[in-house]
């Protein structure tokens, strides 16, 4: 069944989603969301496990597990036999830190952007085993080309022959970056570097194929971007890998192989994973990424554009071709009358928990380079006026001092 | 619900489960009353409804609710109580961050659940190159001494020894240890001791603040009627600032109980049941009125099967026995080889996919036991019914 004609924005959401009133959604990027028909399907599931424990764990998971593998890896362009499941990004990157065999004074290189929880575990890693250093290269507005990314990044590795391991991101963040990885990669393998592509965002919204990417490692959410249940994840691990990369839980499968391992972690709730296949078929019902990549584009540059001349404010300067399709930032004014909005994670953190709180507008807002910038989401259920009650909103705080 | 008779009459009003099948495992997976799954899908509906919301704001609320009810239940600080998915990452999470120094061993038994051993294993392997030692314990059972000397002979043996693992009640065999004499001998000989509580919490009573381990792990989603997963993991004050999860996250450096709340964006829903679980729990009728249930009940099955099949019960003391599981010895049968696991496993799926029974089969000394569980909503019947079967099988 194909959903092709249905129209996005408040027709979808009426059908298809199921949010609480009053409540104004721009910020898919941060937790995704789930349609009801998955919502339903899981529920559904859990019944079944719950009514038949010992069939479900014993037995009835296993073909859950490899079909919800297969159609991840079919979705990503991956062979199944590299691709496990894990509970979301930061474990797939916990997960090969904290296996890979570091020598002493192995260093590893991130971005200024990189995720807040991605760069912990990086320092996490170099504290416990070998005490190596963490670089980071910068990623700063405005950003000409890919070439410049590139360029920083390859001076970055030859000013530290140490480094070990790049740790880069698909799409960045709080920035809403699209990376040049293909490149990237290249330059990493040139030096015999290693290469682990936070690909938290990609899922849904970006092209990937990870058999010719070839990375050493990817981790991508399927809870962000592809409509699962949280948590649910992938992690591909390049096959010269797989003999060391055991998952952060040992258990019943120590030592019986890559897909076994990763396979069982104790006795949980692993239905998130098991709604991939059917969540892909949604996505595909929706029209698939050419159809909903349009729209969200469409959306995101219209609302961006509206807010920057509302805020008086401008959007950072970056190549289309590093535009993420379904989030993009606009530079908030100074809300320098206000105290608790202050230009730091705090700020950014109470000033858009005041936005929630308050004034029932989910959104993201992050500090980058001394400034406050709002990150809008768009996906197939926001239209216009969404982003318009956030411009009447802010305008409004600012009018107020 | 505080009249509600154990048995059928519980199994029909608050149970749900797959028609004609009978269920005597209850300790590998647990069970969910109905009215706690209808409250994990509403807490499904108020996150998604709201995922912003609920990620930046309720998770915490009720994550500190449930912590406290569990810690309250185990007689724990909830300062020194967190929550990981099951007793296996609890396990994983503390073996994993020892700071462990070259060539330290570690001490298991030989009734060890087989991931922690496998945790164990992997410990030795890649942190420490020293040995996993296995100390035995072998039926019959005379008394708790005999236990707690077959621990302290190991210990003796090999100073090298870091730290123990023992279990609060044995997976395989249902054994409860005796815990508070364990741990001193542990202690006096300075050695870190860990105990999977894997099947206590709600089997038998903790305070873990008077019992004092170093850590202790036990599943709420066995014996306390929460979703999976679910279990919690104590850290003593003196370990908290090396004891860090598996998942470095967002609260890196923040303290053990922020680090453990935060493991990525994920489904945290099933600890937050905890509080509506111990209500249940205490509705019908708390840990005396089941034990007094589930113990008259395996007394009778017990007996009932192993004269049927005319084996000996495995002599144990009566303090060592789990409240709500215990073994029978099977025969030795055709098709299953008896003490391999490939002759449990077998086992197991036959009386499951082709009598629907749903049990648990362990081997240990070279036989093969039967382990039966024992809840609220078992009755005698579920056992005549498991018996005829066992009777009916081709022996050797």
């Known amino acids: 069944m194909t959903l092709n004609d249905v129209e996005f924005g408040a027709e979808v959401r009426r059908k298809y989603f199921h949010f609480e009133e009053g409540f104004t959604f721009i910020n898919h990027g941060s937790f995704g969301v789930v349609p009801t028909s998955i919502r339903e399907k899981r529920k559904q599931l859990l019944d079944v496990v719950n009514d038949n424990p010992d069939v479900f764990y014993r037995q009835a998971w ?25 509970q979301n990004a930061t474990t797939g990157i916990n997960s090969v830190l904290k296996a890979f065999p570091w020598k002493k ?27 190596g250093h963490i670089h980071q290269f910068e990623i700063g507005f405005p950003i000409k080309n890919e070439e410049e990314i590139v360029r920083n990044m390859a001076s970055a590795l030859d000013e530290h022959p140490n480094v070990r391991m790049a740790v880069l991101d698909h799409i960045t963040s709080p920035s809403a970056l699209l990376l040049p990885i293909k490149k990237m990669i290249e330059e990493c393998r040139k030096r015999r570097v290693l290469v682990l592509i936070d690909g938290a965002h990609a899922p849904g919204q970006a092209e990937i194929n990870l058999e010719e990417l070839c990375p050493d490692f990817y981790t991508g959410n399927f809870h962000k971007w592809v409509y699962t249940p949280r948590g649910s994840a992938i992690l591909w691990v390049h096959k010269d890998h797989q003999g060391w990369c055991t998952p952060l839980v040992t258990s019943h499968m120590y030592n019986k192989g890559f897909q076994l391992e990763y396979g069982q972690q104790g006795t949980r709730d692993d239905t998130p994973y098991f709604l991939i296949p059917d969540a892909i078929q949604f996505y595909k019902d929706m029209g698939g990424m050419d ?31 590093m535009e993420a399709a379904g989030m993009r930032l606009v530079l908030l004014p100074d809300f320098d009358k206000f105290e608790r909005y202050t230009k730091t994670w705090e700020g950014s953190e109470n000033l858009y928990n005041d936005i929630m709180n308050i ?14 910038f709002l990150r809008l989401s768009a996906n197939i259920y926001n239209e216009m006026d969404d982003y318009v009650k956030l411009a009447d909103l802010l305008v409004q705080l600012l009018k107020k001092v | 619900m505080a009249n509600a008779i154990f048995g059928a009459a519980m199994k029909k009003e608050c149970f749900h489960f797959e028609e004609g099948v009978t269920f005597l495992n209850h300790g590998s997976y647990g069970a969910i009353p109905i009215k706690i799954r209808d409250r994990q899908k509403q807490l499904h509906d108020e996150l998604n409804d709201n995922p912003d919301l609920f990620y930046r704001q309720t ?24 929550f990981v998915q099951n007793a296996t990452t609890g396990v994983n999470s503390v073996l994993k961050a020892l700071p462990w120094r070259d060539g330290d061993e570690i001490l298991t038994t030989v009734h060890t659940y087989r991931a922690v051993a496998n945790a164990c294993r992997k410990v030795a392997e890649f942190s420490t190159g020293g040995h996993i030692h296995q100390f035995d314990i072998r039926f019959p059972i005379k008394d708790e001494q005999q236990v707690v000397e077959s621990m302290t002979s190991h210990l003796d043996k090999h100073p090298k020894i870091r730290l123990v693992v023992l279990d609060h009640i044995t997976s395989p065999t249902a054994l409860v240890f005796p815990l508070s004499e364990m741990i001193e001998e542990c202690r006096k000989r300075g050695v870190l001791v860990f105990i999977d509580g894997a099947h206590a919490p709600g089997q038998v009573e903790i305070n873990l603040e008077e019992l004092q381990p170093d850590f202790y792990t036990g599943n709420f989603h066995k014996w306390v009627f929460t979703p999976r997963g679910c279990a919690i993991l104590w850290i003593a004050k003196q370990h908290h600032d090396w004891c860090t999860p598996l998942v470095t996250s967002h609260m890196y450096k923040k303290g053990v109980q922020l680090e453990y709340f935060m493991q990525g964006t994920r489904d945290n829903i099933p600890y937050f049941l905890v509080p509506e679980a111990l209500k249940f729990f205490s509705e019908i009728g708390g840990m005396e009125k089941i034990h007094q249930y589930t113990k008259a009940l395996l007394d009778n099955v017990t007996s009932m099967i192993s004269d049927k099949l005319g084996t000996p019960k495995p002599e144990i003391p009566k303090s060592m026995e789990a409240p709500y599981m215990r073994l029978v010895l099977l025969p030795e049968y055709e098709g299953y080889p008896a003490g391999t696991d490939e002759g449990a496993e077998r086992l197991i799926l036959d009386l499951m996919r082709k009598h629907r029974i749903n049990t648990a089969v362990c081997p240990a000394q070279g036989q093969l036991y039967l382990r039966l569980s024992a809840t609220v909503y078992n009755q005698l019947s579920d056992y005549e019914k498991i018996a005829e079967v066992l009777n009916a099988l081709p022996r050797k």
């Open chain 1, 62 to 86: 296993k073909p859950l597990m490899s079909t919800a593998i297969q159609a991840a890896a079919e979705f990503l362009g991956a062979d199944p036999n590299n691709v496990v499941l894990v």
């Open chain 1, 105 to 131: 004074d192995d260093e590893i290189l991130a971005t200024t952007h990189t995720y807040r929880a991605v760069e912990n575990a990086c320092r996490k890693s170099a504290e416990f085993y070998k005490g």
């Open chain 1, 291 to 321: 159809k909903i990549v349009k729209y969200t584009k469409k959306l995101l540059d219209d609302a961006c554009r509206m807010m920057a001349e509302r805020l008086q404010t401008e959007l950072p300067q970056i190549p289309q071709s």
């Open chain 1, 359 to 372: 004034h029932k507008i989910n959104c993201a807002v992050y500090p980058i380079q001394g400034e406050l």
């Open chain 2, 59 to 82: 998770e915490y609320q009720l994550y500190t609710q449930a912590r406290d009810a569990a810690a309250r239940f185990v007689g724990a600080n909830p300062e020194n109580l967190v």
